[in-house]
Structure formats: C-alpha cells, structure tokens
Nanobody, 120 residues
Framework: QVQVVESGGGLVQPGGSLRLSCAASGSIFGVVTMGWYRQAPEKQRELVAT???????TYADSVKGRFTISRDNAKNTVNLQMNSLKLEDTAVYYC??????????????WGQGTQVTVSS
C-alpha cells in the first residue's frame, strides 16, 4: 500500500507566498513522476506542475514564473513554492505520485488535497 500526504495549504493575501509539501510512503520500489494538480469550485482538475525522477519539469502556463516545483527522490517528497499568488490560484491542491510498487505494479496515487485560499 502507498500513501500520499500533503501539507502546507492555508489562507494568504494576493501577492503572498505559500509552500506546499507532499510525501509518498509505503510499499514503493520507485516513483516516476510527482506533481501537483488543483481544482477550483465548479471547475475541472488541472495540472499545476510536475517533475520526473530525472528532473524534467512541466508547468501550467498560468503559474510559470511564479511557482517552483522541487523534489527529493531519495525521500519521495515534492514541494511547490508558490509566489505572487493571485485570487485565481484559490483551489484545492492535490499531490500525486506515479509509483512502481514493490509488488511490481504501477499506478498513480493521490493525496487527500489541501486548500489554498487567496483572499484580501
């Protein structure tokens, strides 16, 4: 079994910063990609940023230059530094991990989500 747990959400004013953290644990042989998605009310879940185990990153156009993803492969953790936050960044942020399990299977695992609210 694999668990993915996020932390670090909260309330911040426009222009402020927040840092989200995520850790994958359990019966893990390796993690291919880790990343973040978000879902705002009445909207579909969308990609925010991902990082492969080789360090390749992908960002949504809306967050480029403001958000930075980082990862510790040895610890199976991923962080998202969010700067210059905007009202439209308000959403539930979900961490995911593309995991090879020790039993040989591979699938995505998702965290429970953490709320980020940008408001004045």
């Amino acid at each position: 079994q694999v668990q993915v747990v996020e932390s670090g959400g909260g309330l911040v004013q426009p222009g402020g910063s927040l840092r989200l953290s995520c850790a994958a644990s359990g019966s893990i042989f390796g993690v291919v990609t880790m990343g973040w998605y978000r879902q705002a009310p009445e909207k579909q879940r969308e990609l925010v940023a991902t990082m492969s185990n080789s360090g390749r990153t992908t960002y949504a156009d809306s967050v480029k230059g403001r958000f930075t993803i980082s990862r510790d492969n040895a610890k199976n953790t991923v962080n998202l530094q969010m700067n210059s936050l905007k009202l439209e960044d308000t959403a539930v942020y979900y961490c995911y991990a593309d995991v090879w399990s020790r039993d040989g299977g591979r699938r995505d695992y998702w965290g429970q989500g953490t709320q980020v609210t940008v408001s004045s």
